[in-house]
Nanobody, 119 residues
Framework: QVRLAESGGGLVQPGGSLRLSCVAS????????MGWYRQGPGKERELVAM??????NYADSVKGRFTVSRDNAKNTVTLQMNSLKPEDTAIYYC??????????????WGHGTLVTVSS
């Protein structure tokens, strides 16, 4: 069984920065894609950023402010969030697509970490 554990959420003032991390753990698996989604108050869950072995995809609302990176050796993904805005307030969920026999592209979600941007 593959699990994701997020860390790094919290309260930050507008214009500030936060760094989220997520690590995948388990047995007999490899990570295909990994990244972040978020769900704000009264909103649907939406893509923030996903990274594969060949490409990175960002939501338009975070381009130029957020940077996603991964460490394949450690099965981790990190989201560096700069110039945060109140509208970035949300629960941030780590998502991974993993190869774990017999599954070739199994979707795994973390429990989420709360980011609050407020003065």
């Amino acid at each position: 069984q593959v699990r994701l554990a997020e860390s790094g959420g919290g309260l930050v003032q507008p214009g500030g920065s936060l760094r989220l991390s997520c690590v995948a753990s388990g047995r007999d698996f490899s990570v295909n894609d990994m990244g972040w989604y978020r769900q704000g108050p009264g909103k649907e869950r939406e893509l923030v950023a996903m990274i594969s072995s060949t490409s990175t995809n960002y939501a338009d609302s975070v381009k130029g402010r957020f940077t996603v990176s991964r460490d394949n050796a450690k099965n981790t993904v990190t989201l560096q969030m700069n110039s945060l805005k109140p509208e970035d307030t949300a629960i941030y969920y780590c998502k991974a697509l993993v190869r774990a026999p017999p599954y070739r592209n199994l979707e795994i979600w973390g429990h989420g970490t709360l980011v609050t941007v407020s003065s």
